[in-house]
Nanobody, 114 residues
Framework: QVQLVESGGGLVQPGGSLRLSCATS????????MGWYRQAPGKQRELVATVTSGGSRKYADSVKGRFTISRDNAKKSVYLQMNSLKPEDTAVYYCNADRGYSYWGQGTQVTVSS
């Protein structure tokens, strides 16, 4: 049974930081590309950041320089460090594991507001 479980979301003021975690089970984690996506109310789900099995990273232009994706193959986990958060970063953030077929977590809410 494949499980992706996100944690670390919450309410933060503009300019603040959060670190999201995604713990996985049931997959050969090290061979999967991992990613973070987000979906704001009334909008489509969009890519935030991805990291390949080889460690190559890609970011959406809107988060470059502010967010960092990382993975720990030993812990079968992927992380998203989010700094300098803005109100427009408010969304449900989803963890994704992809190897031709995608698995998704249930999402964690991030709210950036004063």
């Amino acid at each position: 049974q494949v499980q992706l479980v996100e944690s670390g979301g919450g309410l933060v003021q503009p300019g603040g930081s959060l670190r999201l975690s995604c713990a996985t089970s049931g997959i050969s984690f090290s061979i999967y590309a991992m990613g973070w996506y987000r979906q704001a109310p009334g909008k489509q789900r969009e890519l935030v950041a991805t990291v390949t099995s080889g460690g190559s990273r890609k970011y959406a232009d809107s988060v470059k320089g502010r967010f960092t994706i990382s993975r720990d193959n030993a812990k079968k986990s992927v992380y998203l460090q989010m700094n300098s958060l803005k109100p427009e970063d408010t969304a449900v953030y989803y963890c994704n594991a992809d190897r031709g077929y995608s698995y998704w977590g249930q999402g964690t809410q991030v709210t950036v507001s004063s």
